[in-house]
């Protein structure tokens, strides 16, 4: 059972051909293509000051020049795990975008304005150890002209308020402590949800203000409230990572203006989040090469290819049926991959535990990882280990056979790159078997 807000038709109206209610239609609803004014819309996107989230927001080429970034109007919902860093994030963005613009609304839903502020104050580091910092003091001066914080809850007043003050870039925090009078439900609930957004939105399309929502998660890992919030908003957002890690991945789900297979990855630091610019760094940090079952795979993320490894664990099973178990890869993928190699590379894994991981925290989609998944398994059977400077690059077919993957010489150019010489492809061989009775695995 959903609320929602009806409206009484208003005059005498007659019924159309279907029997629906006649009404006139306003002749300012339809508009010419032609007549549409090409200078008027809006040509460049708003960069956000943090790179990877524009990159993940999108990119547009315009009078011959790239622009990452918020498209005017646009609603975007960020969703996330309690804690995080939605709201750090975002406050990291409205302290980047202060300078070019000029008025954002903060709508401290959740939190006081004195919350918000000392949050500010310690991504600025202008505690009492750092007064000096000169570069803080100028961003806490351009803020405490340009930034307004609205701690009501109506969503009603607040769309008052951005019709009369029109400010540059609003954001919601959090959308689900928004109400409106015009309905009996309490905050958070379905009907709210729904018809607060769908105001929020009418007013950004209207004005070309770009709006900000966050969105709580559920136990299930969804985004709060009804699946036709995120059909009503222009682009969905998750920040997504181990809470006691320091790792934090923002993905695209929905995107109108821009790829979904984008991420941005930040690191956890003493001030809030920072940008990773060579996550392969990262997600090799702790790899020893001489390790047997470890593997290194080249992956695509949107447009960059990342190095990351992949660690197998093969030990004998207690069990009748032997477990399968993968951390950052999926587990029908595991087990097709462990077929492959029980039935084609003659490895007896029937009777064997198998234990997969993305070391970092990581998760891999795309299919390039099946080469380095394979190896890394022989390896650990054989306790093995594997060349040094080796990446594997290649799909798996169900019949043994190596397969070409896209964007083959981005990813061989960055494994270069980073001095990683023996690059094993399709090219290669031409079947997991012949691989690895090349390295001697088999």
Do not use: W
């Amino acid at each position: 059972m959903v609320e929602t807000v009806v409206e009484k038709p208003s005059g005498k109206t007659g019924r159309n051909a279907l029997g629906g209610q006649q009404k006139p239609l306003d002749p300012q609803a339809v508009v010419q293509f032609g007549d549409v004014d090409q200078k008027a819309l809006p040509q460049d996107r708003l960069s956000t000051g943090i790179g990877e989230f524009d990159r993940v927001l999108g990119i547009t080429t315009s009078r011959g020049k790239q622009t990452g970034g918020i498209v005017p109007g646009a609603v975007i919902l960020i969703g996330g795990e309690p804690g995080i860093g939605k709201s750090t994030l975002l406050t990291q963005m409205v302290i980047e975008m202060a300078e070019q613009s000029p008025q954002i609304l903060y709508v401290a839903g959740e939190e006081s304005p004195s919350q918000i502020t000392l949050r500010i104050n310690r991504i600025l580091q202008i505690e009492d150890k750092n007064k000096s910092d000169k570069n803080a003091q100028e961003k806490q001066k351009i803020l405490s002209s340009r930034l307004k914080f609205l701690t009501t809850t109506d969503v009603d007043q607040l769309i008052t308020y951005i019709e009369q003050q029109k400010p540059s870039i609003v954001i919601v925090d959090s959308i689900q402590s928004l109400t409106t009078d015009d309905l009996s439900g309490a905050a958070g609930s379905v009907g709210q949800l729904r018809e607060g957004t769908d105001r929020l939105t009418q007013i950004a399309k209207r004005f070309h203000i770009p709006i900000f929502l966050v969105g709580h998660v559920t136990k299930e890992g969804e985004i709060a409230g009804p699946k036709v919030l995120e059909h009503i908003v222009d682009a969905v957002l998750e920040l997504s990572g181990e809470r006691t890690g320091q790792l934090r991945l923002l993905r695209a789900i929905k995107n109108r203006f821009g790829a979904t297979d984008e991420v941005g990855i930040f690191q956890v630091n003493d001030v809030g989040l920072s940008e990773v610019i060579n996550p392969s760094q990262i997600f090799l940090g702790e790899h020893d090469r001489q390790a047997v079952g470890s593997a290194i795979a080249c992956v695509m993320e949107g447009t960059r290819p990342l190095l990351v490894e992949v660690q197998a664990l093969v030990v004998d099973s207690q069990l009748a049926m032997p477990r399968r178990v993968g951390r950052g890869v999926q587990l029908s993928r595991l087990q097709v991959l462990a077929a492959v190699l029980q039935k084609h590379a003659r490895l007896p894994l029937g009777s064997t535990d198998i234990f997969v991981n993305i070391a970092g925290g990581f998760t891999v989609q795309e299919p390039a990882i099946d080469l380095a998944l394979c190896v890394a398994i022989a390896s650990s059977y054989k306790n093995i280990s594997l060349p040094e400077k080796s990446v594997f690059i290649g799909e798996v077919g169900l019949l043994g056979e190596i397969r070409q993957v896209g964007y083959a010489d981005r990813r061989i150019k960055e494994c270069k790159r980073l001095g990683y010489t023996s690059i094993f492809t399709k090219q290669s061989a031409p079947s997991v078997a012949a691989l690895l009775k090349q390295l001697k695995l088999s």
